[in-house]
């Protein structure tokens, strides 16, 4: 298990940015594949990007090119860099740390991020 805190989530305007962290304590931080998906009222959860314990990155096409996944291992944190920020961005947004599977193992809080037009 790992406990898992986002933060850096508020309300920004069209075109604005964002940048949310992850920390994480309780294991080993650096053996974990992390993630960031988010989740829209009304909506299922999707994920947005994804950094493994090796730093292969993926991310979804809709953020591709504005959104940038990253890690600390030193600090035991994760970072998701939002630019361009666009209304359909407006969700709840979590951090999730797998020792298997993508969306497996633990979960934060969630951070709302809400982008005005």
């Known amino acids: 298990q790992v406990q898992l805190v986002e933060s850096g989530g508020g309300l920004v305007q069209s075109g604005g940015s964002l940048r949310l962290s992850c920390a994480a304590s309780?294991?080993?931080?650096?053996?974990?594949?992390m993630a960031w998906y988010r989740q829209a009222p009304g909506k299922q959860r999707e994920l947005v990007a994804a950094?493994?314990?090796?730093?292969?990155?993926n991310y979804a096409d809709s953020v591709k090119g504005r959104f940038t996944i990253s890690r600390d291992n030193a600090k035991n944190t994760m970072y998701l860099q939002m630019n361009s920020l666009k209304p359909e961005d407006t969700a709840v947004y979590y951090c999730?740390?797998?020792?298997?599977?993508?969306?497996?193992?633990?979960w934060g809080q969630g951070t709302q991020v809400t982008v005005s037009s």
């Open positions: 999730n740390a797998a020792l298997g599977i993508a969306g497996s193992g633990d």
């Open positions: 309780g294991r080993i931080f650096s053996a974990y594949n």
């Open positions: 950094i493994s314990r090796g730093d292969i990155t």
